[in-house]
């Protein structure tokens, strides 16, 4: 795909959501970053659910600590995985109030060493929290990018160092969010909504679904 094509999209996708977010609820960068490493195979849905609960009890590092794992777990049970996540979380809380006096660090190093954070919680709060231009690739945004062709990779890396360098300054930092609500919402894996896609006449998929955009 050439750039003049990728900045159609991305135009297009500015467009229809002018100031895009997470759907994920959080009131300051550690609320964010708990409810990021929560939403590891699970929605964001139940992620907000959850949190509705947990946040107003505890939404500190020291707070959560203070109710422990045990009770932990029953804030989230409903969600995927929980044991590991109550494990995850309590881990992480230790570490920002032992290495970061309770704040959450600002460089992707120091968050990829904090328990349940990878490389990819890293960037969505690097972009979230603190205005980073990063690109956090999920199945969504490996879906998008691989199917329109605007940075097909086999691997998420791959395809997350394409859309960071071919990504225009001004669209860099929603990039992220424009892509994974088009993938959840539009773009979706087992058939895509091509007939409501608004971004259908530059995308490079040779098995649209039905009419496109294209006959507008």
């Given at each position: 795909m050439?750039?003049?094509?990728?900045?159609?999209?991305?135009?297009r996708?500015?467009?229809?959501?002018?100031?895009?977010?997470t759907?994920l609820?959080f009131g300051n960068a550690?609320?964010l970053l708990?409810a990021v490493?929560?939403?590891a195979?699970a929605t964001?849905?139940?992620?907000n659910?959850?949190t509705?609960?947990l946040?107003?009890v505890a939404?500190?590092?020291q707070?959560i600590l203070?109710?422990g794992?045990?009770k932990?777990?029953?804030y989230?049970?409903?969600?995927g995985?929980?044991q590991?996540?109550?494990?995850?979380?309590?881990?992480?809380?230790k570490?920002?109030i032992?290495?970061?006096?309770?704040?959450?660090?600002r460089s992707?190093?120091a968050?990829?060493v904090?328990?349940g954070v990878?490389r990819?919680?890293?960037?969505?709060?690097l972009?979230t929290?603190?205005?980073?231009?990063t690109?956090a690739?999920d199945?969504?945004?490996?879906?998008?990018a691989?199917?329109t062709?605007?940075a097909?990779?086999k691997?998420v890396?791959?395809?997350?160092d394409?859309?960071?360098k071919?990504?225009?300054?001004?669209?860099a930092?929603?990039?992220?969010?424009?892509?994974?609500?088009?993938?959840?919402?539009?773009c979706k894996?087992?058939v895509?909504?091509c007939?409501?896609c608004?971004?259908a006449?530059?995308c490079?998929?040779?098995?649209?679904t039905?009419?496109?955009?294209?006959?507008?």
């Open positions: 050439n750039a003049a094509k990728r900045r159609l999209i991305y135009e996708l500015r467009a229809s959501n002018p100031a895009p977010t759907e609820k550690f609320e708990v490493v929560l939403s195979q964001d849905v139940s992620v659910k959850a509705a609960k946040y107003p939404n500190t590092p707070a203070a109710l794992e045990e932990l777990r029953e989230i049970k409903t969600i995985l929980y590991t996540k109550a494990r995850n979380v309590i881990g992480l809380c570490m920002l032992a290495l970061h006096g309770s704040e959450v660090p992707r190093e968050l990829e904090l328990p990878g990819k919680t890293a960037n969505v709060v972009n929290a603190f205005g980073e231009p690109i690739v199945t969504h945004i490996f879906r998008v691989n199917r062709g605007l097909p990779g691997d890396r791959v395809v997350e394409k859309l960071v071919c990504t225009e300054t001004e669209f930092h929603d990039a992220h969010h424009w892509l994974i609500l088009h993938g959840r919402y539009v894996a087992r895509p909504e007939p409501r608004g971004i006449e530059f490079e998929y040779p098995h649209k039905a009419a496109t955009s294209s006959s507008r």
